[in-house]
């Protein structure tokens, strides 16, 4: 795993300009989430998980398929395919992530936001638009 810098209280693993495997990022991610999970108190009233992590990078030409999501959605025999395809733990339907494609990883503890599925989706809009202003000069909406 890459080493991340802590922006702003956010843990920051900033590879946007390399091409990183899904299979490895998926992996970060999951270590990521294993090693806060002693912190969060899933069993007691503590909760000592106060910081977030954003992982950026690109991927190379890869598929996802979400947990509920069918393959005739991919218009191509997933077996013959040049380009990878991987189920993983989301929802949604299939994603195809490539080269030149910003993909940002967002891993927070909930327990500190709105339990309102349409707001968190919003929050994460504006989060994403506000990283790459400032960023990346990028005017996003």
Same mark, same amino acid.
């Given at each position: 795993?890459?080493?991340a810098?802590?922006?702003?209280?956010?843990?920051?693993?900033?590879?946007?300009q390399?091409? %990183?495997?899904?299979?490895?990022?998926?992996?970060? $991610? *999951?270590?990521? %989430?294993e090693?806060? *999970?002693?912190?969060?108190?899933?069993?007691?009233?503590?909760?000592?998980d106060?910081?977030?992590t954003?992982?950026a990078?690109q991927?190379p030409p %890869?598929?996802?398929?979400?947990?509920?999501?069918?393959e *005739?959605?991919?218009n191509?025999?997933?077996?013959?395919?040049?380009i990878e395809s991987?189920?993983?733990?989301r929802?949604?339907?299939?994603t195809y992530?490539?080269p030149?494609?910003?993909?940002?990883?967002?891993?927070?503890?909930?327990?500190? $936001? !709105? !339990?309102?599925?349409?707001?968190?989706?919003?929050?994460?809009?504006?989060?994403?638009?506000?990283?790459?202003?400032?960023?990346?000069?990028? *005017?996003?909406?």
């Amino acid at each position: 795993m890459p080493l991340a810098s802590v922006v702003g209280g956010c843990e920051l693993f900033d590879l946007h300009q390399q091409i %990183v495997p899904l299979v490895d990022s998926w992996g970060w $991610q *999951k270590s990521i %989430v294993e090693r806060r *999970k002693p912190l969060v108190g899933i069993d007691t009233d503590t909760d000592e998980d106060h910081s977030d992590t954003l992982i950026a990078l690109q991927h190379p030409p %890869v598929y996802t398929l979400g947990n509920g999501s069918s393959e *005739k959605y991919l218009n191509f025999n997933i077996e013959d395919s040049p380009i990878e395809s991987h189920r993983i733990d989301r929802a949604g339907e299939v994603t195809y992530h490539g080269p030149g494609q910003l993909v940002l990883y967002p891993i927070l503890n909930l327990r500190y $936001q !709105k !339990k309102d599925l349409n707001w968190y989706q919003r929050s994460l809009e504006t989060v994403v638009n506000r990283a790459l202003q400032s960023a990346f000069s990028i *005017k996003a909406s």
